[in-house]
């Protein structure tokens, strides 16, 4: 599966955006997704995952309450929902997709096959 990440952009503090990733081919309803960024200095992080139906969203605790994770099958597309942004939200955010069954291991990067390119989110007052 080939994956295509948009939405990024500029934003005040306190504000919302969404991310998009859009996947190739007919098989993403196999994959389960999940987001990551990374902000300059730092190493990659996880932010969210879904289950390849749609269900368990699975959430890091800095984001959990104000990002939201969905999929649209029909659409081959996974949203990243960002709200109450912070500066510290900054980064370049990447899709992600893997086989691998079990939340647990959704955290973990090493376990996602493919990545999109990523696509840079800022967040300054």
């Known amino acids: 599966v080939q994956l295509q990440a948009s939405g990024g952009g500029l934003v005040q503090t306190g504000g919302s955006l969404r991310v998009s990733c859009a996947a190739s081919g007919r098989t993403f309803r196999m994959y389960h997704m999940g987001w990551f960024r990374q902000a300059p200095g730092k190493e990659r992080e996880f932010v969210a995952a879904i289950s390849r139906s749609g269900g368990s969203p699975y959430y890091a605790d800095s984001v959990k309450g104000r990002f939201t994770i969905s999929r649209d099958n029909a659409k081959n597309t996974v949203y990243l929902q960002m709200n109450s942004l912070k500066d510290e939200d900054t980064a370049v955010y990447y899709c992600?997709?893997?086989?691998?069954?079990?939340?647990?291991?959704?955290?973990?990067?090493?376990?996602?096959?493919?990545w999109g390119q990523g696509t840079q989110v800022t967040v300054s007052s």
């Open positions: 992600a997709a893997t086989t691998v069954v079990g939340s647990y291991y959704w955290s973990d990067a090493e376990y996602y096959a493919h």
